[in-house]
C-alpha cells in the first residue's frame, strides 16, 4: 500500500488577527464618529492629580486630541461598566471624589470591577486592554509603570509591562516611565518582553517630569508619519508588543534634575518610613513629589500629559492615512 501523502501544513500569516488585539477598526465604541480614537487613562484623573487640576489636564487632553484631528476617548468603568469615553459631567465626577470613590483598577482586576459594579479609573493596563478590545489602537498617558525600585527587596512590577508585551501592535504615547522606577530594571524588562521603544525628537529615555534619564532609545524618529511607518511594520510583521513612543516634556517646564533628584530621595524615604507599598505606592510618590518640588512636578506632568495626548492625536491620524 502506498503510503498517503503527508499534508503540507497550512501556513499561518504572520499577521494573523488575535481575537483581542487585532480588530481592524473600532467596532465597539458607542458614538463612534468615524475620526481616528485615542484612549487616555484615568487613573492620573482619580488617583494621579489632585483637584482641580485633574479635570482641567483631562479636558486639555481631550482638546489636545481633537486638535490634531483625532478624537479622545477617556475610559473608565463607572457602576461596573467600562465606559470608553466619559462625559464632562462624568469627569468631574471622577476628578472630585477621587480615590475616596474610585479605585485604581489593573488588568488584573477588570473582571472584579464589573463582576462587582465598581467605579474604578483604569491604569495604563487596564486601559490599554480595554481600548484594543474595542479597535482603539493609540493611548496616551502621563509616565508608563514599570519595575520599582528595590525590586530585589521587594518585587514590585508594575501590570502595565506585561499588557505592554500583550498589546501587538498598540501605540502608548508617554513621557517615559515614572521618575519614582528603577529605570535601568525597567529598560531591561522592555528589552525581555519585546516591547518596542521609539524616541520622539529624542536619543534619551525621558524620565517623566524630567527631560532626559542619561539612558538611550533604541530607535528615534522625528515625524508622526515615520511612527506610522514603524507601527505598520511591527503589525505586518505580527510582533506580539506594543510599541511605546516616548516624549520628553517641554524644556520650559521640566523639572531641573538636582531638585528632582532630592524631592524623589525624600519621598523615598517618607514612604519606606510609612510602610507605603503595592497599588498605594504611586500615588503616594507623586503627592510627595509635588509637595517637595513646591507644586512644579504638579505643572510638568500637566504639560507632558497633554503634549502626549496631542503626539497621540497626530499618530492616529497618520496611521487612518496610511490605512492601518
Ligand atoms: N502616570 C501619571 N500618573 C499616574 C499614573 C501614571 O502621570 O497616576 C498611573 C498609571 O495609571 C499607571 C499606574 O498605569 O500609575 C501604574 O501604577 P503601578 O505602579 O501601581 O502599576
Ligand atoms: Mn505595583
Not at 132 to 146: D, E, K, Q, Y
Not at 149 to 175: F, K, Q, Y
Not at 265 to 274: F, G, K, P
Request: charged fraction near 20%; proline fraction near 7%; include cysteine.
Amino acid at each position: 500500500m502506498k503510503p498517503s501523502p503527508t499534508r503540507p501544513p497550512t501556513p499561518t500569516p504572520m499577521d494573523e488577527p488575535d481575537a483581542v488585539s487585532d480588530l481592524g477598526a473600532p467596532t465597539d465604541v458607542p458614538g463612534w464618529t468615524g475620526s481616528p480614537l485615542v484612549a487616555l487613562e484615568s487613573t492620573l484623573i482619580a488617583q494621579g492629580l489632585p483637584w482641580p487640576d485633574n479635570l482641567a489636564t483631562a479636558l486639555e487632553a481631550q482638546r489636545a486630541v481633537a486638535e490634531s484631528g483625532a478624537e479622545g476617548r477617556t475610559l473608565a468603568i463607572l457602576e461596573g461598566k467600562p465606559r470608553l469615553g466619559l462625559s464632562v459631567e462624568e469627569l468631574e465626577g471622577m476628578a472630585r471624589r477621587g480615590s475616596s470613590r474610585f479605585r485604581k483598577a489593573a488588568r488584573r482586576d477588570l473582571a472584579a470591577a464589573l463582576a462587582l459594579g465598581w467605579d474604578a479609573a483604569t491604569t495604563v493596563s487596564a486601559t490599554l486592554f480595554l481600548a484594543r478590545r474595542a479597535g482603539i489602537r493609540v493611548m496616551a498617558t502621563g509616565g508608563l509603570g514599570g519595575v520599582h525600585r528595590g525590586w530585589t527587596e521587594r518585587p514590585d512590577l508594575s501590570g502595565d509591562l506585561l499588557e505592554l508585551a500583550d498589546a501587538h501592535g498598540c501605540v502608548v504615547v508617554c513621557s517615559g516611565f515614572k521618575s519614582i522606577l528603577d529605570l535601568p530594571a525597567t529598560l531591561e524588562a522592555l528589552e525581555t518582553l519585546g516591547v518596542a521603544l521609539v524616541g520622539y525628537c529624542t536619543d534619551d529615555l525621558p524620565a517623566f517630569t524630567e527631560r532626559s534619564s542619561g539612558l538611550p532609545v533604541p530607535a528615534r524618529v522625528e515625524t508622526p508619519d515615520q511612527i506610522a511607518k514603524i507601527v505598520r511594520a511591527h503589525r505586518t510583521l505580527g510582533l506580539p508588543g506594543a510599541i511605546v513612543v516616548v516624549q520628553p516634556v517641554d524644556q520650559a517646564v521640566a523639572l531641573e534634575d538636582r531638585l528632582a533628584r532630592e524631592a524623589l530621595d525624600e519621598a523615598l524615604i517618607d514612604a519606606e518610613r510609612q510602610g507605603v507599598h503595592g497599588a498605594a505606592l504611586t500615588p503616594f510618590l507623586l503627592g510627595r513629589l509635588r509637595d517637595r518640588t513646591g507644586g512644579a512636578s504638579l505643572i510638568a506632568n500637566r504639560r507632558l500629559i497633554v503634549d502626549n495626548a496631542r503626539l497621540a492625536g497626530a499618530i492616529a491620524v497618520a496611521l487612518a492615512g496610511t490605512g492601518t
